[in-house]
């Protein structure tokens, strides 16, 4: 269940980092709110994976969903572009994840 509570922490590391985007530099109301929300969310959520997993597994995992994520999310919804070494390298990341998720 840890991993889920530190899965959706994740993601909503992904929304606060979109969102900050968005807020030109806290002058818009409504993508800063999101931003903090997205923020004390996703570290809530840490917290209680936190509970049970360990610390360095778990912030390892925790920031590669949120990189990954925003990675996703900047190339298919808001058109950047990526180099096929810059795949490559967010692909290792998705390994690494995936690596520590199964040794844990």
């Given at each position: 269940?840890?991993?889920?509570?530190l899965?959706?922490?994740g993601?909503?590391?992904v929304?606060?980092?979109?969102?900050?985007?968005?807020?030109?530099g806290?002058?818009r109301?409504?993508?800063?709110?999101?931003?903090?929300?997205?923020?004390?969310?996703?570290?809530?959520?840490?917290?209680?994976?936190l509970?049970?997993?360990?610390?360095?597994?778990?912030?390892?995992?925790?920031?590669?969903?949120?990189t990954?994520?925003?990675?996703?999310?900047?190339?298919?919804?808001?058109?950047?572009?990526?180099?096929?070494a810059?795949?490559?390298?967010?692909g290792c990341?998705?390994?690494?994840?995936?690596?520590?998720?199964a040794?844990?």
């Amino acid at each position: 269940m840890q991993w889920v509570v530190l899965f959706f922490a994740g993601l909503c590391e992904v929304l606060w980092a979109v969102a900050l985007k968005y807020t030109e530099g806290f002058t818009r109301l409504y993508p800063s709110i999101v931003t903090v929300f997205g923020m004390m969310a996703s570290f809530l959520l840490l917290s209680r994976a936190l509970r049970t997993l360990p610390l360095g597994i778990a912030y390892s995992v925790w920031t590669g969903i949120g990189t990954v994520g925003t990675v996703l999310v900047g190339v298919l919804m808001l058109g950047e572009t990526m180099s096929l070494a810059q795949m490559l390298c967010v692909g290792c990341i998705v390994v690494g994840i995936v690596g520590l998720r199964a040794l844990t």
